[in-house]
């Protein structure tokens, strides 16, 4: 970890809460690292989050502004601080359950309006905080604690949802490739409008263990196998593209794959 | 309470207004510059105002996607540095509840105005009530010290909105004006003068923002952008804002010092307004519209022989109890007109010994005096 | 590869901080080069950390340091 990044967090607050090997450690990693080669000044940037594990990915280990707000409030929350003081630049950095079920609405309509706020949704398909109950993005078969005989509800798509709201940058990574997902984060960053990145983040203690994975770097493997980016994508069949996960910037000026 | 005074937002003069248009005045005027909202009947006439009028004082106006989207953009907007307010009624404010909480334990100064209406749940949406007065201080879990006040006209739709911003920023609370239906859609005179008594937040770079020496202490409170590097966190947290959840020496102190901040400086906060009272026999106690009728019905009672006073109560919480011990030694009766099922009268009564009658009405109109007169009569002590 | 030329590669610095490391061995297997091993030893929070133990290995890949959810790993820039 480079002296940028170290100037960046509160040292004390480390280490971090996370089990080991949680995916919301190295995007953590990747955020602050997309900061540093942006060189932006934090003093004017602040962090918004709901509650669960990702949202305290900001608070309070990053040395600037951090809003730990309610379970899946931070974007409204958020919305308010970029009203008053535009000139505040607002990550919103929260969990899947967080901010696309109880927090659903105010995802949708942030995206509707398209204001500038950089939303960035830790995805481990499950509450992982609470022991890991289902979530509205857990998918079809998975078990979890509050779906013992294997989940029978489909997962949100949630690129395709808040592309459906009007996002106008959308993206995708797994943490497994953190260099493009530094590259997307950046540029969500830098985006003059309503910027989401969900990023793909295993859980390996609640989701993990009881769903037959057997370590943190079996899930990263995981993540590498399934994910296929969109330029590797074209030249795939559709037999070939089954139960692949689609990857990369499917919205916003400039994408690439 | 350290004001300063600014001139007034709209030119001094007599105006003709409607409660809830005199209520968004009262804020511009206080300071505010920051509303979000979502429409409700009877409040949405203050949102009305407000996004005509908070462009023209270079203020934001929003209107979130619901209720719960406006209280957490008003607290957001606050910690940006805003004098930030939202106003609803008795649904809106059970969706907001937990917010309400949130701004308790993180200090968020802000002003959110309840326009009552006939509960509960959907109820009547357009008839007046008063069933809130509880909710307000108890709806959200755990303990807290709010503000609230209880505004009986128009120009007190103006004069106490302004009162109760200045509370919620010198104790950084959320700070409630408890308006009903009736008084939100009266029209009648406002009197604007020169000048506006105004509280404006300490701000003291470099000082912990949420913690003090002192047990009752009220911190300085910076904004974001100014350096501070904020921790806000609505979990139990050092003055520095770092997450303490299983320190229960952190846990006691913020709990008590959450509450003592208020209750220890009440005296500053509670405001009654007694009529005819300095040889009462009889007290009737009332609040917002209905005092106006309690009012003429004490008139009515003297003219019928019976030494009857009224003490108004202009602030809710914190709780007037020492005024009404005061009431209850010098009456054999007191007699609590509200339009709900008495949830004051109930309150009192831990105060005084002396018999509180209730005397609820709540079928969505407003309590005439007639009412009240008979109501003392059919129970004199 | 220059022709005649002995690369001898400067060593790499690995700076592992192993108060912050949660042994989720996350590195030790992504390392293409196997420069990561357990440690024998249990740290204060009862963890068994990794340990640099070929640094001379290294290609400065970076996966580790990028992989590391606890931020414990500081891979030194090169001359």
Not at chain 1, 100 to 121: P, Q
Not at chain 1, 189 to 210: D, K, Y
Not at chain 2, 197 to 210: H, L, N, S, T
Not at chain 2, 332 to 338: D, G, N, Q, S, T
Request: proline fraction near 7%; glycine fraction near 8%; charge should be neutral.
């Amino acid at each position: 970890m480079n002296e940028k990044i170290f100037q960046m967090i509160n040292a004390q607050a480390f280490p971090t809460p996370f089990c080991p090997g949680c995916g919301h450690g190295i995007l953590m990693n990747a955020v602050l690292r997309a900061f540093a080669e942006l060189e932006y000044d934090l003093k004017q940037t602040l962090f918004v989050s709901g509650i669960g594990c990702a949202a305290w990915i900001p608070s309070p280990h990053f040395k600037a502004d951090t809003l730990h707000t309610l379970h899946g409030r931070a974007i409204a929350y958020a919305t308010g601080a970029k009203l008053f003081n535009p000139k505040l630049k607002v990550i919103v950095i929260s969990g899947d359950g967080d901010l696309s079920s109880i927090g659903g609405n105010h995802l949708i309509h942030a995206a509707r309006r398209n204001m500038e706020l950089t939303v960035v949704c830790a995805n481990n398909s499950i509450y992982g905080m609470t022991g890991g109950q289902v979530a509205s993005t857990t998918p079809l078969g998975s078990l979890t604690t509050t779906t013992p005989k294997g989940n029978p509800d489909r997962p949100f798509d949630l690129c395709k949802l808040v592309e459906a709201a009007g996002a106008t940058f959308v993206a995708r990574h797994p943490v497994a490739t953190p260099i493009p997902l530094t590259r997307t984060l950046k540029k969500a960053i830098a985006h003059r409008g309503f910027s989401f990145v969900e990023v793909l983040s295993p859980c390996p203690t609640q989701f993990g263990r009881r769903n037959a994975f057997r370590s943190p770097f079996a899930m990263i493997q995981a993540l590498k196998n399934t994910c296929v980016s969109l330029e590797r994508a074209k030249g795939l069949s559709p037999e070939e593209l089954e139960g692949k996960v689609l990857v990369g910037e499917f919205v916003g000026p400039g994408k690439n794959n | 309470m350290q004001l300063k005074k600014v001139k007034s937002a709209l030119p001094p003069g007599w105006y003709f207004m409607q409660g809830d248009e005199a209520c968004a005045e009262g804020a511009i005027a206080a300071g505010c510059r920051f509303y979000a909202g979502y429409p409700i009947t009877p409040a949405s006439e203050i949102m009305i105002r407000m996004v005509h009028r908070l462009p023209e004082v270079g203020g934001t106006f929003m209107q979130m996607e619901d209720e719960i989207g406006s209280i957490s953009s008003v607290i957001g907007a606050a910690w940006a540095g805003a004098k930030a307010m939202t106003a609803t009624s008795g649904p809106g404010i059970s969706l907001m509840t937990e917010s309400i909480g949130y701004a308790v334990i993180t200090e968020t100064p802000c002003l959110i105005v309840d326009v009552q209406r006939a509960g509960p749940s959907t109820g009547q949406a357009t008839r007046p009530a008063q069933g809130d007065m509880m909710m307000v201080k108890w709806g959200a879990h755990g303990d807290n010290e709010i503000v609230a006040f209880s505004p009986w006209s128009v120009q007190e739709m103006y004069d106490l909105t302004i009162k109760a911003f200045n509370f919620a920023e010198q104790f950084r609370v959320p700070a409630f004006l408890l308006a009903d239906e009736a008084v939100g859609h009266l029209r009648e005179t406002l009197v604007i003068k020169e000048e506006v008594e105004v509280f404006d937040r300490v701000k003291i770079p470099g000082q912990a923002p949420f913690g003090t020496e002192e047990i009752n202490g009220v911190p300085p409170m910076p904004a974001f952008g100014e350096g501070a590097n904020l921790l806000v966190t609505g979990s139990t947290h050092d003055p520095w804002g770092f997450r303490k959840t299983q320190d229960s020496a952190t846990q006691a102190r913020l709990t008590e010092r959450l509450v003592r901040k208020v209750r220890d400086f009440k005296s500053e906060v509670i405001q009654t307004d007694p009529h005819l009272l300095e040889d009462a026999e009889v007290g009737v106690v009332a609040y917002g519209f209905t005092a106006r009728a309690a009012l003429q019905a004490v008139k009515t009672l003297r003219k019928k022989g019976i030494k009857a006073g009224m003490l108004r109560l202009v602030s809710i919480w914190p709780f007037a109890d020492e005024a009404i011990a005061d009431l209850g030694k010098r009456c054999r009766a007191i007699y609590v007109a509200e339009m709900n099922r008495g949830q004051i009268a109930g309150e009192m009564k831990k105060y005084t010994a002396t018999p509180v009658i209730s005397l609820p009405k709540t079928n969505g109109e407003v309590i005439e005096p007639a009412e009240i007169v008979e109501g003392v009569r059919r129970n004199l002590p | 590869m220059k022709e005649g030329s002995d690369r001898k590669k400067k060593p790499v610095t690995i700076h592992l901080n192993q108060k912050w490391c949660k042994g989720c061995y996350i590195c030790l297997e992504v390392c293409p080069k196997k420069v990561f091993e357990k440690s024998p030893e249990v740290s204060e929070k009862g963890f068994q950390p990794v340990v640099v133990a070929h640094p001379e290995l290294c290609t400065r890949c970076l996966q580790c340091e990028m992989l590391c959810p606890d931020l414990a790993i500081n891979v030194e820039k090169g001359e």
